[in-house]
């Protein structure tokens, strides 16, 4: 039959088909929106063939229409996305008697596209009422379902095509850097997006204190609207804090318990003294409170309409979703959530979750429960907070664990943490006990919110400035800083709530059940032990293996600086090698020089007077000498060393006062009755300068170089622009007819320049001699004599230094020019 029926119908493509549906859309828009939606949601075309409709087809299709439209919110003007129009903010939904209707017309296109289907093809079409025998078997089903999708989700429902799915509290899940999103889904990583992004000029933290009130209360997005103090109770018997609840749709309510968990981001004290801390959530303004909003719990929900708290809700879980899987998720799914969490729990019962969700369970039974007993909703919040028996007593952190000595600091704390000027939270007040744990919370999760939110978000930030200002002690460490009393505090009231709610555990269990918890709860403490000692001996092995790379990084440095110094050290010896070679020559050229080291040679210009380099400042003495080492003279006293032979030319400065020189011609009498020793070296020499010559009448100099110091000479040729090009001042060209001693100009450049390689504090004056300008103003010229004066001292105790007067003859002649 079915293949007969395939062969004699139009396919969903064709003209009769397509001609079929265009009188379909034409009959009721909305109609249409409604069914193309749907199938677009099962990734099919509009257009339906009768293939589609052989034996039972008719039936599942419908039936499976009738389930979608129950599990979704539609609103009442809806496009084909099931949208509300653009300019529409309303959350009203669509009437079970408007998607009867909107289904009829569906079947009635069926009816039309196989009108010879045994399920309809002996009806009147001239009876309303006629249809299929199916279709009055579905239609209770799909209004006990509407109804309660509605009742259930009203003001949560959002409209679309996505399936809304639960958002848990912890998946435990790694997203592996966005390969799998979904894995990011859930409420922790929600509320440690807003605590990272958490500042003062957003309401994170209070958002975050609404998406964990909703969660915990299995409650409806805008439901956190109607919190207010003025219900709050704690209830010592039960140990938990008491926030009655409120349902919009309804006038009911029932009591809310609200407990502390490990997990800060479970911990409902954690997340309301976050809030109460960081944005003053204990603190009305005047303005609030002449608005009425002093005992509200949550002013920003009253700054909008009750549709609008629950957008809000919606709007901030994507914000802190992977955007391609954010608009699976809305604050319904955060009651979705709570429902199969606790339904998941083997002990779980329905009237322990209706409870807390507010769910009518058609029983009468229901009604014979007080809804304002706390304890009645404690099993589905043990449920949620993972007990395995839903009776367990419930734990709270409390201040007292830290001791006599370190609670008085504390309380301190306490009110340097939290403004506030809501009576009941006073000391004496109902809600004092509950302020004291919400500070016993944050500081028990100190050190954990900062592990997963990082050591700079806001909450870490502002409970550490806190104990700064209330400069908070230990009374074990007087001196111990800050943090790690913060952290010494943090581990004594999580050690105290961890035994607690571990003895809490066993008053629950039989005797033999005890034992045996017992006995697991000590070797799950070694167990943890063992893991910390490892984490401990991991971290060491890190913190030393890093210490060992730093050590061999220094190791490194330090053989380049030996290497650098052990050059440096190299340079140095072949310096002093040299000075040696030269003061062996010295010595070799006094000792062949006739009447004790009188020179008789005479310069190139005839004049046989000795010029002499150096001159003290005294006014009775102007002889200071110059020597030139020839490479024989180096040969000669340097044998056992090859390289040795070569020419060493330098210039030395007699650190000794020496004998005034005649610059008249010697005559051979005169040499005869010469003195045979020198007389005694009187001071040093505390200048460098020339002496007088007649070499410069014999070239034509421009200067005499009677008297002029070093400091002189290079000011002169500084402005002559002689140091410019070259980079070593020996280098320089000594402009022609300047001065009478040349070549003793060029000595003395020679040990500048040796002296500048030695000392690199001299870099500066000897940059500014080579930038001097040519015509300086008077500054500038001041700043080039101080340049030339500061380089003049540095080679005179450069000489003094390699030079010792001891070593050095009473006189020292230097041969003229030529010779």
């Not at 439209?69 to 949208?83: K, W, Y």
């Not at 997990?263 to 004290?269: L, S």
């Not at 303005?287 to 901030?316: C, I, N, W, Y």
């Not at 002296?755 to 500038?780: F, K, M």
Request: with cysteine.
């Amino acid at each position: 039959m079915a293949a007969a029926v395939a062969a004699a119908s139009p396919s969903a493509s064709s003209p009769t088909s397509v001609r079929l549906f265009v009188h379909f859309i034409q009959g009721d828009q909305s109609a249409y929106n409604l069914w193309s939606a749907y199938r677009r949601s099962r990734d099919l075309p509009a257009p339906i063939a009768a293939g589609e409709l052989i034996d039972e087809s008719a039936y599942e299709i419908i039936r499976d229409l009738c389930n979608f439209v129950s599990t979704r919110a539609i609103p009442i003007n809806f496009d084909e996305n099931l949208q509300r129009p653009a300019n529409s903010d309303s959350t009203r939904m669509l009437k079970l008697d408007t998607l009867e209707k909107y289904i009829g017309k569906v079947i009635k296109y069926f009816r039309e596209v196989y009108p010879d289907h045994p399920d309809w093809k002996d009806l009147d079409d001239n009876d309303q009422k006629a249809v299929p025998e199916w279709w009055k078997m579905l239609k209770p089903k799909l209004k006990r379902a509407v109804d309660r999708y509605q009742t259930t989700y009203e003001g949560d429902g959002q409209f679309g095509l996505h399936e809304i799915r639960p958002l848990y509290s912890d998946l435990g899940l790694d997203d592996e850097n966005g390969k799998y999103p979904l894995h990011a889904c859930d409420q922790k990583h929600v509320f440690v997006h807003l605590i990272k992004k958490a500042s003062q000029s957003n309401n994170n933290l209070q958002k975050v204190a609404i998406i964990n009130a909703v969660a915990e209360a299995i409650g409806r997005g805008g439901e956190a609207k109607f919190q207010t103090f003025r219900d709050w109770l704690f209830d010592y018997l039960w140990n938990v804090t008491n926030t009655p609840w409120k349902e919009k749709k309804t006038i009911q309510g029932y009591a809310m318990p609200r407990v502390a968990d490990e997990k800060w981001y479970a911990d409902w004290y954690f997340i309301m003294g976050m809030y109460g801390m960081c944005e003053k959530g204990l603190y009305r303004t005047p303005q609030q409170k002449s608005a009425g909003l002093d005992q509200v719990v949550f002013p920003l929900l009253h700054q909008m309409k009750d549709e609008r708290a629950s957008t809000m809700v919606t709007e901030t879980i994507r914000s802190a979703l992977p955007a391609e899987v954010m608009n699976y998720f809305s604050a319904k799914s955060l009651r979705q959530a709570g429902i199969n969490q606790a339904a998941l729990h083997p002990s779980m019962t329905l009237f322990y979750l209706s409870a807390i969700s507010g769910h009518d369970i058609d029983s009468s039974t229901q009604y014979y429960f007080d809804p304002t007993d706390v304890g009645r909703g404690l099993p589905t919040i043990n449920a949620l907070h993972g007990k395995v028996d839903l009776k367990t007593p419930v734990a709270v952190p409390t201040l007292e664990a830290l001791g006599a000595g370190d609670l008085n600091s504390a309380l301190k704390l306490m009110d340097q943490v939290f403004q506030c000027n809501i009576p009941s939270f006073d000391v004496g007040g109902d809600l004092y006990i509950v302020k004291k744990t919400f500070l016993a919370s944050l500081l028990m999760h100190f050190p954990d919110l900062e592990r997963d939110c990082g050591r700079l978000n806001r909450v870490s930030q502002s409970l550490f400035d806190n104990a700064t200002k209330a400069g908070i002690t230990s009374s074990s460490s007087p001196t111990l800083p800050v943090r790690q009393v913060l952290e010494m505090w943090s581990a004594k009231i999580k050690a105290q709530f961890k035994k607690d709610s571990e003895l809490n555990i066993m008053k629950v269990l039989d005797p033999p059940g005890q034992q045996t918890y017992a006995t697991v709860a000590a070797m799950a403490e070694d167990v943890n032990s063992l893991t910390n000692a490892v984490e401990s001996l991991t971290k060491t092995v890190g913190d030393l293996s890093a210490k060992f790379n730093e050590m061999v990084d220094k190791c490194v440095q330090q053989e380049a600086s030996i290497s650098v110094l052990s050059a440096k050290e190299f340079a140095l010896r072949e310096e002093v090698r040299h000075l040696r070679v030269l003061d062996v020559a010295r010595s070799q050229q006094l000792m062949s020089t006739p009447e004790g080291g009188r020179s008789n040679k005479r310069s190139r210009s005839g004049h046989p007077s000795a010029t002499v380099l150096f001159q003290s400042d005294s006014t009775d003495s102007t002889d200071t000498t110059t020597t030139t080492v020839t490479a024989a003279a180096a040969a000669a006293t340097t044998t056992t060393n090859a390289t040795e032979t070569a020419a060493v030319t330098t210039a030395v400065a007699a650190p000794t006062r020496v004998a005034a020189v005649s610059t008249s011609t010697s005559t051979p009498a005169a040499a005869a009755t010469a003195a045979p020793a020198p007389p005694p070296a009187p001071a040093r020499s505390r200048t460098i300068q020339y002496g007088h010559t007649a070499h410069q009448n014999a070239t034509g100099a421009n200067f005499s170089m009677k008297n002029i110091g070093l400091c002189s000479v290079l000011v002169d040729l500084a402005k002559a622009g002689a140091f410019r090009v070259h980079s070593e001042f020996a280098k320089a060209a000594i402009p022609s007819k300047t001065f009478g001693e040349v070549s003793h100009v060029k000595y003395n450049l020679e040990l500048v320049d040796f002296v500048a390689r030695q000392d690199d504090r001299l870099r500066t004056d000897i940059d500014l001699l080579r930038q001097a300008p040519r015509d300086p103003n008077s500054e500038e010229e001041k700043a080039l004599d101080d340049a030339g004066g500061r380089i003049e001292m540095a080679c005179r105790q450069m000489l003094n230094t390699l030079v010792p007067s001891k070593l050095l003859p009473n006189q020292l002649f230097l041969p003229s020019p030529g010779e």
